[in-house]
């Protein structure tokens, strides 16, 4: 089983940066891949950006490319988020997930381990 422990929310203004982290702990191996999800009020989870460990493959939701940056240590089993030029819009609850056996690193039905979640808000 794989623990998920997230921090680095918060509220910042419009157009401000904020950085997630999420460190996996296990009995056994590391996960493969990790990602970052998103769920705002009222509306269903999605995939904002996913990542493979070994290699750094990554994928972004449309809507975060060129604003958001994933990133993976595999020694910590670690990954990151940066979110530069934050909108209104990027309002939401964000949950890191892990797994060892990964497909589509921003689709969540590819997770089997999650974390308990982090607010991100920025006001309007």
């Known amino acids: 089983q794989v623990r998920l422990e997230e921090s680095g929310g918060g509220s910042v203004q419009a157009g401000g940066s904020l950085r997630l982290s999420c460190t996996a702990s296990s009995d056994t191996d590391g996960p493969t891949c990790m990602g970052w999800f998103r769920q705002a009020p009222g509306k269903d989870r999605e995939g904002v950006a996913g990542i493979y460990m070994k290699s750094g493959f990554s994928m972004y939701a449309g809507s975060v490319e060129g604003r958001f940056t994933i990133s993976a240590d595999k020694v910590k089993n670690s990954v990151y988020l940066q979110m530069n030029s934050l909108e209104p819009a990027d309002t939401a609850i964000y949950y890191c997930?892990?797994?060892?056996?990964?497909?589509?690193?921003?689709?969540?039905?590819?997770?089997?381990?999650w974390g308990q979640g982090t607010q991100v808000t920025v006001p309007s």
């Open positions: 997930a892990a797994d060892r056996v990964c497909g589509n690193p921003i689709n969540q039905f590819d997770y089997k381990s």
